[in-house]
């Protein structure tokens, strides 16, 4: 009986370990830890990315002209039936860290998220700056983070968009740096991206 007991306070534990480290962000390599995969990238001089070490680990790199990089996420093929999403409307949140890029550090910023119905018509969005608009970046770190709620039916995608653009004009990669990406959807136990603890969505986090 005792070893009964033993056995299933171990699997308890096991569960509990496995449970905190899952990971549902459904973006691809939103923390630059594969280089550039998983992205559709903006083309022209002085729009070309790169992956560099920064405070979390590789994070990407923006270059003198607007550099932007898009992914849309197929919510059916990452395992959401229609039926879940439309009955359901699981909340989805989102986040992306942000900082300018030594020596001045005011560089440009925008990030857009837009849900998307089968056909591409966008169904709901949020937009923090614009590359009319933008934000300009300091020498720490920033956050977008939201969530969508209540968004009615018919959602099958997520498209994530952003865009930097350096300060000096300079040649090579001196923009605005970006790092861990998320999508969620429903609810996120660990984002398992950054190291310590930050805040996603209203939820205190932590991979240390």
Known sequence: MRFLHV??????????????????????????????????????????????????????????????????????????????????????SYMQMYRGHTVNYADKYYYKIELRSATNQVIASYNLGSQTSPITTTSAWDTVAGSFTNYGSGVRYVRVEFGGDDAEFWAGNYGTIVDNSVVSVANIINAHICSGTYIFNGQVLSTS
Do not use: K, R
Not at 70 to 78: E, K, M, P
């Open 7 to 92: 056995l299933l306070l171990a699997l308890m534990s096991t569960m509990s370990i496995h449970a905190f480290g899952q990971c549902n962000n459904v973006l691809t390599n939103g923390n630059a830890s594969s280089g550039l995969t998983g992205w559709n990238f903006s083309s022209g001089t002085g729009t070309t990315w790169t992956v560099q070490n920064g405070t979390y680990g590789p994070a990407f790199v923006a270059s003198y002209n607007w550099t932007t990089m898009n992914q849309t996420v197929d919510l059916w093929a990452n395992g959401y039936s229609t039926s879940y999403l439309d009955n359901q409307q699981p909340e989805i």
